[in-house]
């Protein structure tokens, strides 16, 4: 859906200029996303987006901490391991889970922790999802 990811490029670019989430962004995401701007925003709000840095290879991935379980994100590829990924944005019916969109946003605002682990755990991790 190239309309909502314009949209969304728009909106996450102005966040970043205005170094904050102002009631025009968070308002425009909603419009555009509905519920799932709602829980990204509370989800970059309370901070649970990760960002893992591996080293040394310097690999990056991107979690964000669901009720459950975690989500890996994968930014480039906006991938996300969630089954509203699964479901219903890989048959087109929602542009985005809300994980991706909240990567997105918590990138946007500065708003997420950094987490420095091993290589070893990145194929770890690679095997688990
Ligand atoms: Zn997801």
Do not use: N
Request: aromatic letters at 12%.
């Amino acid at each position: 859906m190239p309309d909502s990811a314009e949209e969304l490029k728009r909106i996450c670019d102005r966040i970043r200029r205005e170094g904050k989430l102002t009631k025009w962004a968070s308002g425009k995401l909603k419009k555009a996303f509905g519920d799932r701007a709602s829980r990204a925003i509370r989800a970059a709000q309370t901070k649970k987006v990760k960002k893992y840095v591996y080293e040394p290879s310097g690999r990056v991935r991107w979690v964000v901490v669901g009720r459950e379980r975690e989500y890996v994100v994968l930014r480039e590829a906006e991938y996300c391991s969630c089954e509203d990924f699964y479901f219903l944005v890989v048959s087109g019916l929602v542009p985005y889970c809300y994980h991706i969109l909240a990567q997105k946003l918590a990138e946007a605002l500065g708003r997420y922790d950094t987490i420095s682990e091993d290589d070893g755990m990145y194929e770890f991790l690679s095997g688990r999802f």
